[in-house]
Nanobody
Framework: QLQAFGGGLVQAGDSLNVSCVVS????????MGWFRQAPGKEREFVGA?????NYGDSVKGRFSIARDNAKNTVYLQMNSLKPEDTAVYYC??????????????????WGQGTLVTVSS
């Protein structure tokens, strides 16, 4: 029901846009979040879009989220990428408005992830 697209290999300083297409849900009602997980690390909050938009500290000012309710799609625009941004990026959905804060357990629907690799 959530499918992420657009990962790939980029160089440090580049930009990349990944998207998440949602099906089978009333998209407008959901908080849509992005998380990432690097090898050997815990899943980390990247950002979320609900009534407001919120970002994790490590990506503030570089990443932005946009959603197209007509296309049931949420986008993550990543600018000024760094090697430490390398991770599998997951989109997630929640009906809980508090999920915009980034609390992982509030999300009960997850996509399969898309790998972003940033070379130095």
């Amino acid at each position: 029901q959530l499918q992420a697209f657009g990962g790939g290999l980029v160089q440090a300083g580049d930009s990349l846009n990944v998207s998440c297409v949602v099906s089978g849900l009333n998209f407008n009602r959901y908080v849509m979040g992005w998380f990432r997980q690097a090898p050997g690390k815990e899943r980390e909050f990247v950002g979320a879009s609900g009534r407001q938009t919120n970002y994790g500290d490590s990506v503030k000012g570089r990443f932005s989220i946009a959603r197209d309710n007509a296309k049931n799609t949420v986008y993550l625009q990543m600018n000024s990428l760094k090697p430490e941004d390398t991770a599998v990026y997951y989109c997630a959905a929640s009906l809980d408005p508090r999920a915009v804060s980034g609390t992982l357990f509030r999300y009960n629907k997850w996509g399969q992830g898309t790998l972003v690799t940033v070379s130095s």
